[in-house]
């Protein structure tokens, strides 16, 4: 086509227009503006979309704002109801807290009207004493002396119940009243005096004192003296005391009345000087000695007493043999010969008969082996002039004691008519007891034996009468072996406590002649505390505040409320004197209070006497609620104290007190602290709620833990290490099973002695047991009477012992306990052993613990010359421990 074009106009030719073209282009106009119209249809709806992902946006954006205003809602919701539930636990501990202040208030107010309408407590009177020397008096005859007693020759009036029983002594070498050529014995003067400057009777003023002792004797010939001959010759008749220089002493009063006169023997057992006193005018005055005739002896007013054969004092264990076996080789056993053969006073055929029957039953057909010996073969004493008969003493000390250490009974045949007492008898009871032989004392019911006012001398021999001498076999084969050790340990008991030394003799005269008089011991002496803390300063404190609940309510909160002290001061000897004398064997001294004292009949909590009980549910009981509001039990309210023996770990001691805030029945904490170097004063010792008394040990000893000190001012003592961790539960729950077993230690961790078969000694065995027969004191309840005797009546070689090995000292207390009261231990809670903290440091960690602990009680079993522990086979839970009971009840405690 274009071609054509090209060539017409080149040619001049006409052209004509082609419209041919025009439907084509139409339609590329159509297909244009339908695309066109596409695309802005396009594009519209592209900006559609477009403003609707803006507004999508937009949503979402006013969407996540309303949606962290939710979340920040939330939170802010949650952290009020965090706070709601923050503040209502508040709330419920605050209701607690003062239903604990109410319970308090009730028992506060309960103990004001108590102390309105009570009566006085009874406590330490002051002493009165008499102002003034004996009036004189005229002087008395023979016949009115001999009739004396307490009612017609004794002025009571110098010995008021208040007075302490103050004594004084006639210094022997300024009132000598020896005749020309005797004098006293050295050892017993010297003795004498360093003895009684030990006793707290003693008074220096003559014009404060109830009574006078005058030591009269033991009078030897100066030359006799002079030679130290124990057993020399004298060949005098006459009383070797000058009883006009008696008369003359500047306070004998005319009379000699509240005179005691001691003529006591140690040399001349045989010699008639042992009665010096015999056919002499002693007016008024009170004879203490060891020989009496019939028709001389008043009694219940003149003291028979042993012959002096021991050491001054201190440990007399050493002297004595073990008590077991029960049966020794010699079934019974006598050395002795009757010297001089003639006496004017003659022989009895009764005498005879009985000589005759004791030489035919050993040497009869019978198993049993018997050691009679009726002349001493050879000759080992030398005889006396002026010796009186009696059945002297063969061989030597040390012959007769491994002779009676063989015999499982040993005889005693009485002097001659007419003689209640002699020295030789006395000293063969003397050595009998100090080697365990039993004494079997024929024609008791003749005889006066020593101290038999106080001592029950039935517990210790056979008492038997003469006419009884054919039976004698039946009955020393009838005695069974636990009969047989009863015997043997209660004659032991009044040995070493009563005749073993010469402090034991002048204690156990002086305690006599005031227990006549029903006058009190004087009080025990306590350790009086060294505190770590003086006035001056004051130890940083920090307070606690409890984060978490208690899970239980274990007992009300109560005001400091001491242990009453002294309340049985004036009928504890009048009505328990026999068990002080021959139980407790303690009459000595008198204890702020003692774990034997009795309990009232439940009645009497209601009718008459209900002042400090708490009975639970006043008196109704019921489950745990009621349980927990009061203490319940057979005795009035009371505390306890918390000692704790620590050694410089203070973090571990503070988290010890930390864990006893809020503990019920708390009255006190007392901190021994055992090391010489002093905590730290920048140390910030928790408030408890309760005062914390830290104290110095006199020095680095485990016996420290058992001083009986003057801030402990409660009966119940809990004994615990620092390193131990314990519940509050299981302290009120021993605190309580304590209260029904006062005379026991009762605790946590039990331990038992086992008997080794093939070296046959005792090993201490700490493993899981179905016995135990101790309770380590490192958390246990006890006592404190058991503190005292730990301190002052323990043998010093077992506190010894514990310093030596710096270990054993709660063997030691267990040993105490189950010697006096013959009763094991007692155990609460499963618990077998602590959980402790700062075990590197511990002493039970060191390599020879466990081999001390071995030898320990090998070692007290000696020096008790037994074993004393027993076994037990129980321990102490709750009531209603593993009790099912109603829902609404609750059970003593949660978990024991």
Sequence with gaps: MATSRSS?????????????????????????????????????????????????????AEAETRLQSIYKLQWAIGKYQKDLVELQRERLREQKILELLKIGVKQAQKAQQEAVRNTPKISLPPTLLPNSLPQKMNTVSTGIAASCAMHNCFDHSRCSLTSGFPVYLYDPDEHNIQRTGYDIDGFLKTTLKQTLGYNAHIVRDPTQACIYLVLVGEALLEQDLLRNNRYAASHTHHCPIDMQKLYNLPYWGGDGRNHVLLNLARRDLCSRRTNALLQQNTMRAIVVQSAFELDQFRPRYDLIVPPILGPPGGDVWQECASMVPARRKYLLSFQGEMRPKTDPQGSNPLDDFILEHLTDMSKGPTQDQFELQFQCVPATEQQEVDSVSDWTLCGSDSSRKQLLKDSTFALILPPLNG?????????????????????????????????????????????????????????????????????????????????????????????????????????VPPVVAQRVFNNTFAPLKAKIRLTILPEEFLGPMEPPYPSPTFRRNYTILRMQSKEAWNDWVDPFYMYPQLPFDPALPSDAKFIGSYTEFRPIGKGIGGAGKEFSEALGGNYPKEQFTIVILTYEREPVLCGLLRRLYGLPYLHKVVVVWNSRKLPRI????????????????PRNSLNNRFLPLDVIETEAVLSVDDDVQIGQDEIVFGFRVWREHRDRIVGLPGRYHAWDVDSSKWRYNHSCSCELSMVLTGAAFLHKYYMYLYTYHLPQAIREKVDEFMNCEDIAMNFLVSHITRRPPVKITSRWNFRRRGMKAALSQRAKHLQNRNKCINFFSQVFGYTPLLNTQYRAESVLFKTRIPHDKQKCFKYI
Excluded at 683 to 694: N, R
């Design 682 to 697: 920048e140390l910030l010792w928790p408030e408890i709620g309760v005062p914390v008394d830290v104290v110095r040990g």
């Design 419 to 523: 003689r209640v007492a002699s020295t030789l008898m006395l000293a063969r009871l003397y050595e009998a007891l100090r080697s365990g032989a039993v004494p079997v004392i024929l024609g008791a019911d003749e005889l006066r034996l020593p101290y038999a006012e106080t001592l029950d001398w039935r517990r210790a021999a056979l008492l038997m009468p003469k006419a009884r001498i054919t039976e004698l076999h039946f009955l020393l084969q009838a005695v069974q072996d636990a009969d047989l050790l009863l015997l043997r340990r209660q004659g032991r008991l009044i040995w070493e406590r009563y005749l073993s030394s010469v402090q034991a003799t002048v204690d156990t005269v002086i305690a006599s002649l005031r227990d006549r008089l029903g006058i009190p011991p004087r009080p």
């Design 8 to 60: 017409s106009e080149e040619n001049g030719a006409p052209v004509v227009a082609n419209t041919a073209w025009l439907p084509h282009w139409r339609c590329n106009i159509i297909a244009l503006l339908l695309m066109l119209v596409f695309l802005v249809c396009c594009m519209a709806y592209r900006m559609s979309r477009v403003h609707q992902l803006n507004l999508d946006l937009t949503a979402e």
